[in-house]
């Protein structure tokens, strides 16, 4: 019983993650009928599992971390300002029924952070899952791939010919490339630390599909972004050198260079003179606010009506109707929409997060190149949405950080020598 409930945790999870892939990168619809997606039935397969698993196995429905309680105390507070906005403030929907499904749409993300935690019980259901994540990853790069040079006629991915950028499996590609910054230091980190000769080949040409569709978006928020979490995971690296840790910095820096120039002169020649219009041109022809693509000025607005509304925002999900555009900043969407309060409850989940990754790490060192990786990526992901905002991508970070986390809480619990506080 045992066995069987552990495989069902898992192949449900991976259900989810193959409906975001199926839905989000490939357009498959299962019906015309509104709420009734596969995404929809493989989330509410994971709470009946987490639900049926609590009642009848007597599991905890709630096992402690640090993050439940703000991810919790978020969602709450947006739900009433949901509610205050759509009756008392500038409503985004025309029924509350709808302005619900759109509030539940928005944060089914920190919900499935919740689920995942609490279905998962051993470090071998976490590890198959980090596993299946880097084969999304690299599944999801070939349908770019495939998708922005005509070889298979994907809805999602758009190559802009005079540009040479993609959208991407996720039809944006500023939202790609975060995604892709978002686990791209997390394979590489594994691949300079895993002992299989076969595996480590393996996450290197992950890692090369990784950069070239990293180039192929022409994000410079994206770039930016790996650039951060590779230097960060370089960083943590030179903690306590020795001859194996210098030699690994070594290999490490000669595998990311070889990885960058040969993925970059892998590319068209309309991407690579898009990227050196768009990060080199651009910057020396343009002043700060057209090289942004306008998000300054944008950004300069949010700020005007946050400072006008400080407390509690202009109201749930009113960036756009106050402003005419979107935020293209996660930040400073929350900081304008659901105020002090609300941005203050959000950057405390990446706060715990980052909290609750760096002491596991200290704890848990047989697992550190996937605390490493993780972390780097997270950093990565953080300066990513600073230029964009985020939808489908947080579907997998949610995935990814639940299972880090996990990971970690098991590993104090086989610790003998520390006690979870």
Request: charged share 15%; proline share 1%; hydrophobic share 45%.
């Given at each position: 019983m045992i066995f069987f409930t552990k495989l069902t945790s898992f192949l449900i999870i991976i259900?989810?993650?193959?409906?975001?892939?199926?839905?989000?990168?490939?357009?498959?619809?299962?019906?015309?009928?509104?709420?009734?997606?596969?995404?929809?039935?493989?989330f509410y397969s994971i709470f009946l599992f987490w639900f049926f698993?609590?009642?009848?196995?007597?599991?905890?429905?709630?096992?402690?971390?640090?993050?439940?309680?703000?991810?919790?105390?978020?969602?709450v507070y947006c739900f009433f300002l949901m509610l205050f906005t759509h009756y008392f403030g500038t409503p985004t929907s025309s029924s509350i029924k709808s302005a619900i499904i759109q509030f539940k749409s928005t944060m089914d993300y920190l919900l499935l952070f919740i689920l995942i935690f609490n279905i998962i019980d051993d470090v071998i259901q976490v590890k198959f899952l980090f596993f299946s994540l880097i084969i999304f990853f690299l599944f999801l790069n070939i349908i770019t791939i495939l998708g922005s040079f005509g070889y298979v006629s994907f809805s999602k991915v758009v190559l802009n010919e005079s540009l040479g950028r993609t959208s991407g499996a996720f039809g944006e590609s500023n939202q790609y490339a975060a995604y892709i910054s978002l686990f791209l230091p997390f394979c590489i980190s594994i691949?300079?630390?895993?002992?299989?000769?076969?595996?480590?080949?393996?996450?290197?040409?992950?890692?090369?599909?990784?950069?070239?569709?990293?180039?192929?978006?022409?994000?410079?928020?994206?770039?930016?972004?790996v650039f951060v979490g590779l230097f960060f995971l370089l960083f943590i690296f030179q903690k306590n050198l020795n001859i194996l840790i210098i030699i690994k910095l070594l290999i490490f820096t000669f595998l990311t260079i070889i990885l960058l120039i040969s993925s970059y002169f892998l590319l068209p020649e309309n991407s690579q003179l898009g990227i050196e219009r768009?990060?080199?041109?651009?910057?020396?022809?343009?002043?700060?606010?057209?090289y942004s693509s306008g998000r300054i000025e944008i950004w300069e607005k949010g700020l005007s009506l946050f400072f006008n509304n400080p407390i509690f925002?202009?109201?749930?999900?009113?960036?756009?109707?106050?402003?005419?555009?979107?935020?293209?900043?996660?930040?400073?969407?929350?900081?304008?929409?659901?105020?002090?309060?609300?941005?203050?409850?959000?950057?405390?989940?990446?706060?715990?997060?980052?909290?609750?990754?760096?002491?596991?790490?200290?704890?848990?060192?047989?697992?550190?190149?996937?605390?490493?990786?993780y972390l780097s990526g997270f950093l990565a992901f953080l300066v990513a949405i600073f230029f964009v905002n985020m939808h489908t991508p947080y579907y997998f970070f949610a995935a990814f950080s639940s299972l880090i986390i996990k990971l970690g809480v098991i590993s104090i619990k086989n610790s003998s020598n520390y006690q979870y506080a």
């Open positions: 259900f989810f993650l193959a409906s975001i892939t199926l839905e989000r990168a490939l357009g498959f619809s299962m019906t015309s009928i509104k709420g009734l997606s596969l995404k929809n039935i493989s698993n609590g009642a009848i196995f007597k599991k905890p429905f709630f096992e402690k971390n640090n993050i439940n309680f703000y991810i919790i105390f978020f969602t691949a300079i630390n895993h002992k299989s000769l076969i595996y480590k080949s393996f996450l290197i040409f992950v890692s090369f599909i990784g950069f070239f569709c990293l180039f192929l978006t022409g994000s410079r928020g994206g770039v930016l972004a768009n990060f080199i041109s651009r910057a020396n022809e343009e002043d700060i606010s057209d925002g202009t109201g749930w999900q009113t960036f756009s109707k106050k402003v005419g555009v979107s935020s293209h900043n996660e930040y400073i969407h929350y900081l304008t929409t659901t105020g002090i309060i609300g941005f203050f409850l959000f950057i405390s989940i990446f706060i715990k997060l980052f909290q609750s990754v760096i002491k596991y790490r200290l704890i848990d060192y047989n697992n550190i190149e996937f605390y490493n990786g």
